[in-house]
């Protein structure tokens, strides 16, 4: 590195649910326009992601601060999947916001995931199946 380069350091990306909300409404953009054929958003998906957030929100993150926001939504929307997996009767607590279920269903459920205590945005719930579907 030369004198006249001087490294810049990342600001941290600080994650509120506006911010989650507006990545994954672009999110559903890029895969709207092709840009997520598979499993992936394309470069230019990602670019495009970027691009449009940052304008939306004035700031400035970068490609890996996406990725590991992906990275995250995604984990808990496995989480979110494998716990509901195929089961019906179950409601939504607004308040707690927490999956409501029978206290049978819960302690069933346990062993799998402890996302009963874990606060849930379920409009992220939705917004991230739209992306990942």
Request: aromatic share 12%; hydrophobic share 40%; proline share 3%.
């Amino acid at each position: 590195m030369s004198l006249n380069q001087v490294p810049v350091k990342r600001k941290k990306a600080e994650w509120c649910d506006k911010n989650t909300e507006i990545m994954l409404k672009v999110c559903i953009e890029e895969v709207n326009v092709g840009n997520k054929p598979h499993n992936h958003f394309t470069k230019l998906g990602w670019a495009n992601i970027a691009e449009k957030f940052n304008k939306a929100t004035n700031l400035r993150y970068e490609y890996k601060q996406f990725r590991n926001r992906w990275d995250s939504l995604k984990k808990e929307w496995q989480l979110w999947a494998k716990l509901i997996g195929k089961d019906t009767g179950l409601g939504w607590d607004g308040e707690k916001k927490t999956i409501a279920a029978s206290d049978e269903w819960w302690e069933a459920k346990i062993q799998v995931c402890v996302i009963q205590r874990k606060p849930l945005q379920p409009s992220f719930v939705l917004l991230f199946f739209m992306c990942d579907s």
